[in-house]
């Protein structure tokens, strides 16, 4: 294990009793005592504190900064206020994406977090685009990323700084926690109302401990902020979008702001701009989708998608899926050809060589719990 | 009790084994959401996989442990299989199989053997 990455919350995970694994480098708590279970239950109920330290938060300063990192994703970075943030991809050439990532604008420079697995190339990638534009890229190595998420999330993050209840959904604020300038946004990928909290490392274990001191924290692995986003129909960078699915097929048009579409005043500019603006116009061959399984099996990732219980022709496959807590039946989001579609469509999902019944649902399974 | 090195137990009840997994399997497993049992009168040869169960992480496959016929399943399981996490070694058995001979109960590990063996 001595070649896995820790975390600053690393001794705090063990001395939780949490069950660890190597996850992007990074030897990281999939549960804890409580399991996948309650945990995901507990964070939809009351609140979840997350370390998501493995991630990584870059920071982009520099004359024109907004203008230039819109040279690397297809989103409106300029009109972006200050103290907000955005969701965000990176993408290729060919129309794919690299990765995706919040950016925010926090007045005189940019704040990004890209996915863990991702950072070394992410880093690389803007490095050689925006250096040469005059931008300092500079990863943040000595700040751990606290998630507090869940509907008392605010509640118990207000105990230690009331200024936290002023902020709206993706808001960032510089907020001082514990006497540590830490830099927050109200955001999260759980589906849930909740803060995102960049810390100085030294004052992370202490922050960690005082949140969950609070009845209403329970410490949250991996493995619950897996069903967390998949209930919440979020993607999971590398399983249901990757260099191969295009922002359009993966239903995630919504991010594209106007103003970088066609017809718009800072049309194009971002890599792969031609594929996918045309793929825009004349409608993908595929799309991702909601699937609910109709039957308690989970359908995992990589399940074929067929038209038929038998013969038939195959339509799509599964990127993930499993059991949704919340919901309480099996969830899955997948790809299928776009003549299948449509919400309601009953398709059948391949497991241990058996075709069994699952429909397209409308994403998300469980309803955000965003303060707008 | 007997114990498999696939993480069963097998407890005999007169002329019938019972079949489970240990709390151990279960804890390793974490929250059973998906249990799949065999039918009734199905014929089962040592290895085959007889039993598909499904955590909150994946899917895992439970052997038969003997030759035999499944003479009753516990669909309790099946329509809560929360149960399997809450009571592995008792109120959540898998199913009960006729086994021609019984002799062959004696290759496997007794509770000390088990312990032994998940360390």
Request: net charge negative; proline share 6%.
């Amino acid at each position: 294990m001595s070649d896995l990455y820790r975390t600053p919350l690393h001794a705090l995970h063990l001395s939780l009793g949490a069950r660890m694994v190597p996850f992007a480098g990074y030897d990281m708590p999939v549960q804890y005592a409580l399991g996948v279970m309650k945990e995901h239950l507990h964070t939809r109920a009351a609140a979840g504190l997350f370390d998501v330290s493995h991630m990584g938060q870059v920071i982009l300063r520099g004359p024109d900064v907004a203008a230039a990192l819109e040279t690397l994703i297809p989103q409106d970075v300029a009109g972006l206020g200050e103290g907000r943030q955005r969701y965000g991809f990176f993408t290729t050439p060919d129309g794919g994406i690299a990765d995706d990532l919040m950016f925010a604008n926090r007045g005189d420079h940019l704040f990004v977090v890209v996915n863990a697995a991702c950072k070394d190339q992410d880093i690389a990638h803007m490095r050689a685009a925006l250096e040469p534009r005059g931008i300092a890229v500079t990863p943040v190595t000595d700040r751990a990323l606290i998630a507090l998420q869940g509907p008392q999330a605010e509640a118990v993050l207000a105990g230690l700084n009331p200024s936290v209840r002023d902020m709206a959904f993706m808001d960032v604020a510089t907020v001082t926690l514990l006497g540590a300038e830490c830099w927050v946004s109200r955001s999260g990928y759980t589906g849930e109302d909740g803060y995102e909290i960049s810390v100085p490392e030294a004052m992370a274990e202490p922050l960690a401990k005082a949140l969950l001191a609070d009845d209403r924290v329970e410490a949250i692995g991996l493995g619950a902020r897996d069903s967390l986003r998949l209930e919440g129909g979020l993607c999971l960078y590398g399983h249901d979008i990757d260099t191969t699915t295009t922002p359009v097929e993966a239903a995630l048009v919504w991010a594209m702001q106007k103003v970088r579409r066609a017809g718009g005043d800072r049309q194009g500019g971002f890599p792969g701009d031609g594929p996918i603006l045309a793929q825009l116009a004349a409608g993908p061959a595929r799309k991702r989708v909601g699937l609910r399984p109709e039957g308690r099996a989970p359908m995992r990732e990589g399940t074929p998608l067929f038209d038929a219980e038998s013969g038939g022709a195959q339509v799509g496959h599964i990127t993930s899926g499993g059991f949704g807590p919340t919901v309480g039946a099996p969830v899955a989001m997948g790809y299928v050809a776009t003549a299948s579609a449509a919400a309601d469509t009953l398709l059948f999902g391949e497991v241990r060589g058996k075709r069994l019944p699952v429909r397209v649902a409308a994403l998300p399974f469980v309803p955000a719990g965003f303060k707008r | 009790m007997k114990y498999t090195e696939e993480h069963e137990w097998l407890r005999v009840e007169g002329d019938v084994v019972v079949v489970g997994i240990t709390a151990h399997a279960a804890e390793q497993l974490g929250d059973v959401v998906f249990v799949e049992l065999p039918e009734v009168g199905q014929t089962l040869t040592r290895d085959d996989e007889v039993v598909v169960i499904e955590s909150v992480k994946a899917a895992s496959d439970i052997l038969a442990p003997l030759d035999g016929e499944v003479t009753e399943v516990n669909d309790a399981i099946v329509n809560d299989p929360g149960k399997v996490n809450e009571d592995p070694e008792g109120e959540a058995w898998f199913f009960k199989m006729k086994v021609e001979d019984m002799s062959a109960l004696d290759d496997f590990m007794d509770e000390a053997g088990y312990k032994d063996f998940i360390g």
